[in-house]
């Protein structure tokens, strides 16, 4: 069996290598490619059986309407938010998305990023290559023995959470549900406000829920231990910006996160005059393994829905 | 019982906090601080019961027959290659050094510096303060499943193998004496040149000695599997420099080093050409932590001989 007519939104074909797509093509008979805003989207709609949405793009109940003979909706990504999976579950449509393609690649980052930080290397790397061999005023310190926190417990949470046992940190985490296998392996339950001021290290990893945003408050934020290092590989949604700011101002925390792609450009901006506030590009997840897992589980959900037997169904 | 003379070669006053200066003032009826290489050091070593020298300070069998009545040897350094501690022994004295006050502050700065390397945190950074928040270009990779070599399986090479296995890296290593305990852990024993060919990470954990100057010889360079990243935080006197540069021309392997301080300015300067060798002044072994350990094991040397029962006495 293969599909009609695949319907490519907001996903060039620059988003997969030439292998992949060459085994798209033998398990449909066309492929379109549309914008996200593009008015074309209406127009192939109808006569679609199977939609393909990148990170972001939102496919809501009436695109579904819309999509009469739709069978098949698949993300580019992990996160399904903005795809209406309710409704499509009502009308038999099954979403597949990319469930932890990059789960190593996310919490490898979080160490790499933490690491950075508290060993002062891009001083280091600068020094050195201008022949300074001098390491004064360079201060470090170490993991082992910290409190190290993980606010959520979903699959790139409990991978950090165990390198952080491999460095031996004290390390405890919050998460909506308490995981009992986490606490056998020494990853400790505890309240989250008891938890945020106790701790060296915070690697913030909740999925955007109504929930979570917002979740590091101004009184969390306000009662975060001196020298902290938090991390945040999850959208700035979850932090009030302001009072963050505040507390950056005060230069006694160091505040590391990824997702300034998507953070208010204004917000930005203020939060870049900050020397302990370290802003990446969306860089965790973009490992050389990620993008093969990534790639590969996009075209093996495709396949395993036209066998009958669906992957990485959400809904 | 009190020392009447310490001694102190190359070991400025800032070189220990005022709290531990306090406690050695009750060792001693006095102190005297010398340079290395003062003219000095001869008129005072006879009435010297104590003397104490720093990382690197030659202290010969002829300062030892120079001091007549020298009870105590101790360094503020964990290597001692340049104290005549076999002679010292024969004298009956003891020299007593800094065991392992560094093991952790090293082994994480070799996981800390191995990351910053595959995941491009300097460009992230850079960019990410610009307000550029564009990822492309930046290639990164991990660590879990690569063969991630130790050479030499000492109480550092141990550590930075266990960071690894967090990690979950494929960790073997090679070391003058098979360690059974390493083996039982997943540390798996093998030998060098086959070795070093399939590592991923290799990671220079020797002591420098006369067997293992000149280790990574030009053969063994040669034999580096492409993109492997090598870390040496051991003097570069284990590597054949000139082999180094070579095959760092080809573009290949990443290096990173941090003895950069007693490495030949000449070299330095050839090797410091190349992106793909990453230089960093001496600060694999300077966190807060290592530097309280050091100076509590420093002073606890010099208490432990005076009550008759030396600590990490060498000879």
């Keep these: 069996m293969k599909f009609k007519k695949l319907l490519f939104i907001g996903i060039g074909k620059f988003a997969l290598e030439d292998s992949y797509w060459e085994k798209i093509d033998r398990l449909t008979k066309k492929k379109v490619f549309v914008d996200k805003d593009s008015a074309e989207i209406t127009k192939e709609l109808p006569n679609t059986d199977g939609v393909l949405v990148n990170f972001g793009v939102p496919f809501t109940k009436d695109d579904i309407d ?20 309710n409704y499509a579950r009502q009308k038999g449509i099954p979403v597949c998305n990319l469930a932890g393609y990059s789960t190593e690649s996310v919490a490898e980052f979080t160490l790499a990023a933490i690491l950075e930080a508290i060993r002062g290397l891009e001083t280091g790397k600068q020094r050195g290559r201008k022949l300074n061999v001098d390491e004064s005023g360079i201060k470090a310190w170490e993991i082992k023995d910290k409190v190290f926190g993980i606010l959520g417990l979903g699959s790139i949470g409990r991978r950090v959470a165990e390198l952080a046992l491999g ?8 998460s909506k549900h308490r995981k009992k296998d986490a606490d056998k392996r020494g990853i400790k339950y505890q309240n989250a406000d008891s938890l945020i001021p106790l701790c060296d290290f915070i690697s913030i990893n909740f999925a955007q829920t109504k929930e979570t945003e917002g979740f590091l408050n101004a009184k969390r934020i306000n009662s975060l231990k001196k020298n902290v290092v938090v991390i945040n590989t999850a959208p700035m949604e979850l932090v009030d910006i302001d009072a963050l700011i505040k507390r950056l101002a005060k230069k006694d925390i160091t505040f590391i996160f990824d997702h300034s792609d998507e953070t208010d450009p204004k917000d930005l901006k203020q939060l870049s005059k900050y020397p302990n506030c370290i802003i990446y590009p969306p860089m965790a997840y973009i490992t050389g393994e990620a993008r093969v897992i990534k790639q590969e ?10 066998k009958g037997t669906p992957s990485n169904e959400v809904n």
């Design 66 to 85: 819309s999509a009469l003979n739709l069978k098949y909706i698949g993300t580019l990504s992990t996160a399904f938010g903005k795809v209406d999976a």
């Design 167 to 174: 460095f031996e940190a004290d390390v405890r985490y919050w």
């Design 297 to 306: 589980m996009f075209v093996s959900n495709i396949e395993h829905f036209l």
